[in-house]
């Protein structure tokens, strides 16, 4: 059978975590249109029973950005460590977007690559066929590529294509995960995560990205049939604390209200979630609240 590794790397807002979640078919990595939602490796298996049979481990990354705070040099260091550790490259690149510093920038990270890199040009459904033969042209005359295949993730068009040419490009070789593993995110990671995602989602453009969520508490054990979450919800000034907690309490109970009915469908179990809304206006710099956040752990330089 086929099996690897594939890194999923690429500017922030490519797309990465859609396309994660449309190839394993849940919901493993939050979604935002806000830069920088993802902000750990995400590691998912997909077992292909095809010909040939095959499985694939996708490891999401970080959008590799020049850093500006402790968070993002973690993030950053994680994405592009990740490229010296696997088998197969998939750079994703917004097909929206115009050129710039940022797409050589990530090229560059891409330098000492030793493996196959295949080109994803994403989001094709928001733009004319015409306007990818530059961006392709440009691409091309900057390194090899084992492939390029034009998707979109949020459709599932062209992801089959894709999926067919990670497969081709990996090398033969014994299963390293069981047929039933799914992921390697910690379930209070993937709480504290859904919480996130809610607060991106619905304050809008009136709360900056830089949020986390802390569970505080994950208690399996008080009451049987019931995951009891105590999350605390964290921004950088007091001014942004109202915004979150909404008037008389109400944006934090909608955001509570939806991430609850998610955990419920992922878990599979009632979920009773407590959220509550803190100012930690150095959080981006504390290394230890981005271990208790889910940050990218420090990496080994």
């Known amino acids: 059978m086929k099996v690897g590794f594939v890194s999923l790397i690429g500017r922030p807002n490519a797309g990465k975590s859609t396309l994660l979640n449309r190839v ?48 993002n040099v973690r993030m950053v260091d994680m994405a592009v460590e990740s490229i010296g550790d696997v088998d197969l490259i998939g750079l994703v690149r917004d097909a929206t977007d115009g050129l710039g510093a940022g797409d050589r920038f990530v090229l560059e990270s891409l330098a000492e690559a030793r493996v196959p890199v ?18 392709i042209d440009w691409y091309c005359r900057q390194r090899d590529f084992a492939a390029i295949v034009p998707v979109s993730a949020l459709t599932g068009d062209g992801v089959t294509i894709l999926e067919r040419e990670i497969v081709e490009q990996l090398p033969e070789g014994e299963a390293l995960y069981p047929d039933d593993f799914l ?70 109970r909608r955001i509570g209200t939806e991430a609850r009915q998610e955990l419920e469908r992922f878990f599979g179990t009632r979920v009773f979630l407590d959220l509550h809304v803190k100012v930690r206006a150095d959080w981006r710099e504390n290394d230890r609240i981005l271990d208790l956040a889910g940050v990218a752990p420090r990496t080994r330089r």
């Not at 750990?40 to 077992?47: D, K, Q």
């Not at 459904?125 to 530059?134: S, T, Y």
């Not at 569970?215 to 979150?244: H, M, N």
């Open 118 to 135: 295949i080109l994803v040009l994403n989001k094709i459904d928001r733009v004319a066929k015409a306007r990818l033969l530059p961006l």
């Open 24 to 71: 394993v078919g849940t919901k493993l990595a939050i979604v935002s249109d806000k830069p920088q939602t993802t902000r750990n490796r995400i590691l998912a298996v997909r077992n292909y029973t095809g010909d040939p049979t095959a499985q694939v481990i996708f490891v999401d990354t970080p959008g590799i950005h020049r850093p500006l705070h402790r968070m």
């Open 183 to 252: 992921t390697d995110q910690p379930e209070r990671v993937l709480a504290a995560e859904t919480v996130r995602e809610k607060v991106l989602r619905l304050t809008h453009a009136e709360l900056p990205f830089t949020t986390a969520v802390v569970v505080d508490r994950f208690d399996e054990a008080t009451e049987p049939g019931v995951l009891r979450l105590y999350c605390s919800i964290l921004v950088e000034r007091a001014s942004q604390k109202p915004i979150v907690i909404g008037q008389g309490g109400a944006m934090v």
